[in-house]
């Protein structure tokens, strides 16, 4: 059965599909069609060489059959391509492909696929609308959602973007059954942050059915898409662009929760030779271990939360070995964070799980309190 979320923003409204059923590439088509129709109806059609083998066949035929001849381009898998070479070949293929101002990009993919879509989107000929398909847990419940867009420098990632939120967002929730065990806990990250932050029982869920969120049940993977996207909509309508800190609990931007330190982890394990580089979720649990652990240290955060996940994550199918990869160099990372302001980074640090807020704190002091249990 389906499950609609609005997204209601000062600039509009558009709703989150939450579709649990065969034929879910149908129904988007069907959504497309009406969407694109209004317009041109001509769509640029964004991937990954992997989702477009795994399912492209089924959308690509979906949208034919719905009227619809996608101009298509396909980039190369993983985070390289969030990149702003490849945004000029993408915009470059798109107008080739004869896609004028009228026309609609679908971004079919995982969370690089929606990040690189969404951009091209918010600059190809100044601005055209777009639609967010996303193909994996994590980009089902967080960033196909809320209209942030962006590739990534040499310096650290995300650093371009744009905020331009998309039209619809269709989560065809069977297409998770391709993912990778490691994937589909990478999503789960995200799942859990949202729990901590805003939700009690949304962690209380995961550690009463960890084993089984793991596994990938259907019923219970689909309200947990539901439930994340709800969580993330209600923030995200109280500050859109991130611009408010002063909203409830730090607004948008305690969806950060994990992911100063996680991004930082991230990229030092990309950047470690003979060493598999970290998911985005896989940083994300740990850069939330960090977190519960400094909020212990700073006297404000919930006491619970580290021995909590430190007991959860591991049945997620999450990492917990933060000691280990914890070290000065990494650490500095967090100084060029897009999210620093002045001196200081703005930690999501958890006062009791489900309620969280803001602390600002600099970079040297994060180092001191977390290589300072280390030595």
Request: glycine share 10%; aromatic share 2%; hydrophobic share 45%.
């Amino acid at each position: 059965m389906l499950t609609r979320v609005d997204v209601a923003l000062p600039s509009g409204r558009y709703p989150i599909v939450i579709d649990p059923d065969a034929g879910a590439e149908t129904r988007l088509a069907a959504e497309v069609a009406a969407l694109a129709q209004r317009r041109s109806g001509r769509v640029g059609l964004i991937t990954d060489e992997t989702v477009r083998r795994l399912h492209g066949p089924r959308v690509e035929r979906a949208l034919e059959t719905a009227g619809l001849d996608p101009v298509i381009v396909a980039v190369p898998d993983g985070e390289a391509s969030k990149s702003l070479s490849t945004v000029e070949r993408v915009a470059e293929a798109l107008a080739r492909g004869g896609l004028d101002r009228r026309a609609l990009v679908l971004a079919l993919g995982g969370g690089v696929v929606g990040d690189l879509g969404g951009f091209v989107a918010s600059v190809f000929l100044r601005g055209v609308p777009y639609v967010q398909a996303p193909t994996t847990l994590l980009a089902q419940v967080d960033s196909s959602v809320g209209g942030k867009t962006g590739v990534n420098l040499p310096s650290g990632k995300n650093l371009v973007g744009t905020f331009h939120q998309p039209l619809l967002v269709y989560a065809d929730v069977t297409a998770l059954a391709t993912l990778s065990a490691r994937d589909r806990a990478s999503g789960l990250a995200e799942v859990l942050k949202h729990g901590a932050i805003a939700d009690a029982e949304l962690f209380a869920l995961l550690e009463r059915r960890a084993e089984d969120a793991r596994d990938g049940d259907a019923a219970l993977t689909a309200e947990l898409v539901a439930r994340s996207c709800r969580i993330k909509a209600e923030v995200v309508a109280s500050d859109e662009r991130e611009s408010d800190a002063g909203a409830p609990g730090g607004g948008r931007a305690r969806l950060n929760f994990g992911h100063t330190i996680g991004h930082a982890l991230e990229s030092a394990s990309a950047h470690r030779a003979g060493e598999d580089p970290l998911r985005h979720g896989e940083a994300v649990a740990l850069g939330m271990i960090a977190a519960a652990r400094l909020g212990t240290a700073l006297g404000c955060g919930d006491p619970s939360l580290e021995p909590r996940l430190l007991a959860l994550l591991p049945r997620l199918g999450l990492p917990i070995d933060l000691d280990r990869r914890l070290d000065r160099a990494t650490l500095e990372r967090i100084g060029v964070d897009k999210k620093r302001a002045g001196a200081r980074v703005s930690l999501v640090l958890v006062e009791r799980v489900g309620s969280s807020r803001l602390f600002p704190i600099e970079p040297a002091r994060v180092s001191e309190l977390l290589l300072g249990e280390n030595r």
